[in-house]
């Protein structure tokens, strides 16, 4: 058996991976595959020829990742930039806008930035903005850079967009030529990024990557793609990966449900990406490390001796059907701790009484950024869309439900995150009904 630790020194030293846990299993599979095409079996002599040989070493990192993507992945992030954050950036800054993917792996996700700007703009998306991919792994990239994809790559793609975008080749299908060749694919390490040759970017996606990376690199990582930003710049990272990157190296911002890392801004709000005459979509002010002051003018709150207690007392006023009173109070709170999953949920349930069902998406949605194992937002989000308080999304209300089976099937009496309050329905009844109405909805799916 070959000894791991000089394998994973030299790749974290080289690529910054983080090869511990299930990732052990792929580096072992991958020394054998190395030693089999080598006919070297001596440790020393392997890590020398994969210093010294950077096509070996290519062939070597392209094994220990799961390049597992597929288009359209995390859409609410897709429609945002297409239809909120890149239009105002236009208006402000004027074009080309350049975009990078990095981590882009086989190519998924900057086709369908391509795709999205193609659907808004037409043509004139070429010449607004530049879209560039990059990733590590030579071999990836050149499946990227073909354009050829097949299967699961398309399991989130509406049938109408596959339609317009791809054509038959053979089995597989091709990315249409005018956006292949409207993406620059280019080799690219997250912790020697070669800022002076790849320029500054107005928006950087480092989606669904950061897991390969423990805390200290993906500090590090965020500082180089600090460089690469341009002003005014966002960083998005993946929705489960968006509070494990929040590290004091760029300020966590959200607009309209979507989360991203900007430099801090002299100003209160997220600078130049909401209208000034136009603040309540921003749920959240910029997270604060002001220690908790009670106002002077609300006597009620003054009282409280505790946030806790604060958190208990909404929940009551919350089941006294109190909602406008609720509603003030979790304000205050959220003011104070903008993360708390209770607080969160309350202000979602708040909201959806009030009949403010989008503001209750959003919190639920908060909610779970925070918890993914909060299944009560995960329910009650799946909610708003069964009972039509919201346009029916059938996807996301299927997730939805599936989520909290799931959380349910793995510990029966799982509190959700929850640490102050209890879960507003019983994990009984919730894994009853989300059962019950997945049913329905993959029986309905299923006629005609």
């Known amino acids: 058996?070959?000894?791991?630790?000089?394998?994973?020194?030299?790749?974290?030293?080289?690529?910054?991976?983080?090869?511990?846990?299930?990732?052990?299993?792929?580096?072992?599979?991958?020394?054998?595959?190395?030693?089999?095409?080598?006919?070297?079996?001596?440790?020393?002599?392997?890590?020398?020829?994969l210093a010294q040989?950077?096509?070996?070493?290519?062939?070597?990192?392209?094994?220990?990742?799961?390049?597992?993507?597929?288009?359209?992945?995390?859409?609410?992030?897709l429609d945002w930039l297409a239809d909120v954050h890149l239009p105002k950036r236009l208006a402000e800054k004027g074009k080309p806008l350049a975009i990078l993917s990095a981590g882009c792996s086989s190519g998924e996700e900057p086709y369908s930035i391509a795709i999205a700007l193609f659907e808004r703009y037409g043509e004139r998306a070429k010449q607004l903005f530049h879209i560039t991919g990059g990733d590590v792994d030579q071999q990836v990239l050149s499946k990227a850079q073909q354009g050829i994809y097949s299967g699961m790559s398309f399991r989130a793609l509406s049938p109408a967009l596959k339609h317009r975008y791809f054509r038959p080749e053979g089995r597989r299908f091709k990315i249409e030529e005018t956006l292949r060749q409207w993406i620059t694919f280019r080799s690219f390490n997250v912790l020697q990024p070669n800022t002076d040759k790849i320029g500054l970017f107005d928006v950087i996606l480092f989606r669904n990557v950061s897991i390969y990376f423990d805390e200290s690199t993906r500090r590090d990582i965020q500082r180089h793609l600090q460089q690469l930003l341009a002003p005014n710049g966002v960083l998005l990272c993946g929705v489960t990966e968006t509070l494990g990157n929040d590290l004091g190296v760029l300020e966590l911002q959200?607009?309209?449900?979507?989360?991203?890392?900007?430099?801090?801004?002299?100003?209160?709000?997220?600078?130049?990406?909401?209208?000034?005459?136009?603040?309540?979509?921003?749920?959240?002010?910029?997270?604060?490390?002001?220690?908790?002051?009670?106002?002077?003018d609300n006597a009620e709150f003054e009282s409280l001796t505790s946030f806790n207690e604060a958190l208990l007392q909404a929940h009551q006023l919350?089941?006294?059907?109190?909602?406008?009173?609720?509603?003030?109070?979790l304000s205050k709170l959220l003011a104070q701790q903008p993360w708390s999953v209770d607080a969160l949920l309350l202000a979602g349930l708040v909201a959806r009484w009030q009949q403010g069902f989008m503001d209750a998406y959003d919190?639920?949605?908060?909610?779970?950024?925070?918890?993914?194992?909060?299944?009560?937002?995960?329910?009650?989000?799946?909610?708003?869309?069964?009972?039509?308080?919201?346009?029916?999304?059938?996807?996301?209300?299927?997730?939805?439900?599936?989520a909290v089976i799931?959380?349910?099937?793995?510990?029966?009496?799982?509190?959700?995150?929850?640490t102050i309050i209890e879960p507003p329905i019983s994990p009984g009844d919730a894994y009853f009904l989300a059962t019950r109405h997945l049913r329905a909805q993959t029986a309905t799916q299923g006629v005609g």
């Open 254 to 296: 959200q607009a309209q449900g979507v989360f991203f890392f900007q430099e801090a801004q002299a100003s209160a709000l997220p600078a130049n990406d909401e209208p000034h005459d136009n603040d309540d979509e921003w749920l959240v002010p910029p997270v604060q490390v002001d220690t908790y002051s009670p106002s002077e």
């Open 53 to 77: 040989n950077d096509v070996l070493f290519n062939h070597f990192i392209s094994q220990l990742t799961v390049n597992e993507t597929y288009f359209y992945r995390e859409p609410e992030a």
């Open 1 to 49: 058996m070959h000894s791991l630790t000089p394998f994973k020194d030299l790749v974290r030293r080289r690529c910054g991976l983080h090869l511990e846990g299930l990732a052990e299993a792929r580096l072992v599979k991958a020394i054998d595959t190395l030693q089999a095409e080598t006919n070297v079996s001596d440790t020393s002599s392997l890590i020398a020829q």
């Open 318 to 329: 919350l089941n006294q059907n109190a909602f406008s009173e609720a509603a003030a109070l």
């Open 363 to 402: 919190y639920f949605k908060r909610a779970i950024y925070v918890a993914p194992e909060c299944w009560p937002a995960h329910f009650f989000q799946a909610e708003l869309f069964r009972l039509g308080e919201l346009n029916d999304a059938p996807t996301q209300r299927q997730r939805g439900y599936a």
């Open 406 to 418: 799931r959380l349910l099937d793995a510990s029966k009496q799982a509190d959700g995150g929850l």
